[in-house]
């Protein structure tokens, strides 16, 4: 069992910048892959970034390709999402989770464990 818990949203302006920080429980969080959603108001939840579990492999979803970056730390059992140059259509609730496999899926269904989720407000 893994649980996990967000931190690090908040509100901010366009073109500034947030670090989110998801912080697993259970000592097998290093085998796993762990991702990044978010859904906004009215629309289907979408797929952000993820990182396999050493670390040397990511994907990210296009619309945030070259402005996010994952990252993990397995001694901490903490993965992390920096979020540079934020825009309004970034706003969303953002979810952590995590997939008891070694390889990176885009799918949500393909993830065992979620957090809560933090909001993130993008102001223009």
């Not at 797929?47 to 396999?52: E, L, R």
């Not at 993965?79 to 070694?102: F, G, H, P």
Request: hydrophobic content about 35%.
């Amino acid at each position: 069992q893994v649980q996990l818990v967000e931190s690090g949203g908040g509100s901010v302006q366009a073109g500034g910048s947030l670090r989110l920080s998801c912080v697993a429980s259970g000592r097998t969080f290093s085998r796993h892959v762990m991702g990044w959603f978010r859904q906004a108001p009215g629309k289907e939840r979408e797929f952000v970034a993820a990182i396999n579990w050493s670390g040397y492999s990511t994907y990210y979803a296009d619309s945030v390709k070259d402005r996010f970056t994952i990252s993990r730390d397995n001694a901490k059992n903490t993965v992390y999402l920096q979020m540079n140059s934020l825009k309004s259509e970034d706003t969303a609730v953002y979810s952590c989770a995590a997939r008891n496999d070694i390889s990176i899926s885009t799918m949500g269904a393909d993830y065992d464990y979620w957090g809560q989720g933090t909001q993130v407000t993008v102001s223009s």
